[in-house]
């Protein structure tokens, strides 16, 4: 049903958004890992050299990457003076690695950068020295610390208010009152803290629902472990709020193992083909759903337009979001923000 598996953002938050942004017209290609992607790859019909764009995510294997990758492409597929080359860190999530890719991109001397930001610090320095040679940096999904934002432009989710959404789900859910935990995925990684402060700080309204611990896990094995650690130290929680993918699917195998679904709930962000399926047999009560793939399409074209010397617009841009339950997830603006390459 997916090629896309990580969302975000059709529904009401979303829809002003995208009918600005408008849909590619063109399926997007696939390639491997650190490879140039065949949408944009070659010489152009009219002889002139490509504009050479490297599209850096977190990592690569995760789904939401992939859904990233594949709005890269769809810009590529439209407009065939650009060519895309993708690479991410190995393994996932390593911000040293991460700096390592993205300085062999700028020797390189590639045209432009769409980067999604592991650690908001340490990438603060390789930005600015991109960006001070000439080649502009877009920041999508998990930026830079604000007060050090030399990119282009930052094009991301409301991680706060996902966040805050997540709390409301959860506290309605589990009657407003009782124990609950957190998974959350990255210390200094932008989109996890603002994830983080904006459940934290929603479940503070009210006061009969405690939050009782949060760990860090980046991985569903991870997760797991966590969540396992959580149950065996406060018996009583009766709520999850899973930050990313990989700690909703490990809450969800846990809740499964022990036989716990429906007398704990769960809200998780993100669609991978494990979460959208523990959402259908209510393991998950509902799903934060961003929209990678626009993220990608957006960023590549907004380092095209920078590179241009033309107005890339607002410096910072909501690429929206939506809670997904069972209610709602057949509906066709749902099903069409799930699988926006149309496959």
């Not at 998950?284 to 890339?312: F, H, T």
Request: neutral net charge; aromatic residues 4%; contains cysteine.
């Amino acid at each position: 049903m997916r090629t896309y598996q990580k969302a975000a953002t059709v529904l009401l938050a979303a829809s002003a958004g995208l009918s600005l942004w408008g849909c590619p017209k063109e399926k997007p290609a696939t390639t491997p890992a650190g490879q140039t992607s065949g949408a944009g790859a070659g010489t152009s019909t009219s002889g002139d050299k490509k504009l050479r764009i490297a599209v850096i995510p977190k990592g690569t294997q995760n789904s939401y990457w992939v859904a990233l990758k594949q709005g890269a492409d769809a810009a590529a597929a439209e407009d065939k003076s650009i060519e895309i080359i993708w690479q991410g860190p190995e393994p996932e999530d390593n911000p040293t690695a991460q700096v390592d890719v993205f300085k062999t991109q700028v020797n390189n001397k590639v045209d432009g950068i769409v980067l999604a930001v592991i650690d908001k610090d340490s990438m603060v320095n390789p930005v600015k020295e991109a960006m001070g040679k000439g080649i502009k940096v877009v920041t999508v999904d998990s930026g830079l610390a604000k007060d050090k934002d030399s990119s282009v432009c930052y094009i991301s989710t409301d991680n706060v208010k996902g966040g805050a959404d997540a709390a409301d789900t959860l506290a309605k859910a589990i009657g407003e009152k009782g124990d609950v935990g957190m998974l959350y995925f990255q210390k200094g990684s932008a989109s996890s803290d603002e994830r983080e402060k904006g459940f934290e700080d929603e479940i503070k309204k009210y006061p009969n629902v405690h939050l009782v611990q949060s760990r860090e896990a980046r991985e569903a094995t991870k997760a797991a472990d966590e969540t396992i650690n959580m149950l065996t130290a406060h018996k009583d929680i009766v709520g999850i709020f899973a930050a990313n993918e990989p700690n909703g699917v490990g809450v969800a195998n846990v809740l499964k193992q022990r036989k716990l679904v429906g007398k704990i709930q769960v809200v998780a962000f993100d669609t991978s083909d494990q979460e959208v399926q523990a959402l259908k047999d209510g393991t998950i009560l509902a799903l934060i759903v961003q929209n990678p793939y626009q993220m990608g399409l957006q960023g590549v074209k907004s380092a095209v337009k920078a590179i241009k010397g033309q107005d890339v617009g607002a410096k910072s841009v909501d690429s929206g979001l939506t809670v997904v339950t069972k209610d709602n997830l057949n509906t066709p603006d749902v099903q069409k923000l799930l699988n926006p390459a149309g496959k």
